[in-house]
């Protein structure tokens, strides 16, 4: 100890610095100015404002493409694989028994959070046409049709089949990478186009590709 300190207070030019020492040589901290700290950073600030506006324009010029439609063309269309399911009554069906006209197959399960919130699209869809034209068929990778049949009733699902991949078989026989996931399938049993993830099939968007692909 033995050596006597002393605080020195000085201002000069809006800068206010409180040192301690016996010889005063560096301050020990400082308090600036908003303006006293631009004048000392702006050879920072300017670079990263020109670097945070390019990244802004980047999201707004790719804000169209992330609003692009999921459905998306199979060429050349591929054959699709057997596939045998059970309806809500425990009687079986066969992808083939839909041959000669289009199906929407889509690949979802109640516990997958993306496909809940695609099913009402889907159930909108299929009242807008014809099941001679086109069927959507959710083909559910849950084990019971009671979950299936509880799902549809709390989301008011009226216009949709219930089936049930009892075999558990199509997501390894379709090289499906997740769900929900939707094949359109044409009236010979040929992949025509595949969408991957969660689609809204009432936007614009999604049903002009599909309208297309359909021929309309």
């Known amino acids: 100890m033995g050596r006597s300190e002393s605080f020195v207070i000085t201002a000069k030019a809006g800068i206010y610095r409180v040192a301690s020492a016996t010889h005063i040589k560096q301050p020990a901290f400082q308090f600036e100015t908003p303006f006293a700290l631009y004048a ?4 920072r600030w300017i670079p990263a404002f020109a670097g945070m506006t390019v990244v802004f324009t980047f999201f707004i ?8 439609p999921r459905l998306h063309s199979t060429s050349p269309p591929a054959p699709m694989p057997p596939l045998v399911f059970e309806d809500g009554n425990g009687a079986q069906h066969a ?9 929407l197959l889509n690949l979802w399960a ?3 959070a993306p ?9 909108a869809l299929q009242k807008n046409f014809d099941l001679r034209r086109l069927t959507v068929l959710p083909l559910s ?3 019971g049709d009671a979950t299936v049949g509880a799902f549809y009733r709390s989301r008011g699902l009226s ?3 219930i089936a049930l991949d009892t075999a558990g078989r199509a997501l390894s026989a379709l090289h499906l990478h997740g769900l929900p996931t939707s094949i359109l399938i044409n009236p010979q049993g040929d992949e025509v186009a595949r969408a991957e993830g969660e689609a809204d099939w009432t936007s614009p968007e999604e049903m002009g590709v599909l309208q297309a692909q359909m021929g309309n």
């Open 40 to 43: 000392r950073y702006r050879s």
């Open 61 to 68: 010029l790719l804000s169209p493409a992330l609003a692009s």
């Open 95 to 103: 992808l083939s028994d839909y041959r000669g006209q289009f199906v």
């Open 110 to 112: 109640t516990w997958c």
């Open 115 to 123: 496909c809940a919130r695609e099913m009402p699209s889907l159930d």
């Open 141 to 143: 990778e849950d084990r």
């Open 159 to 161: 216009h949709l089949p």
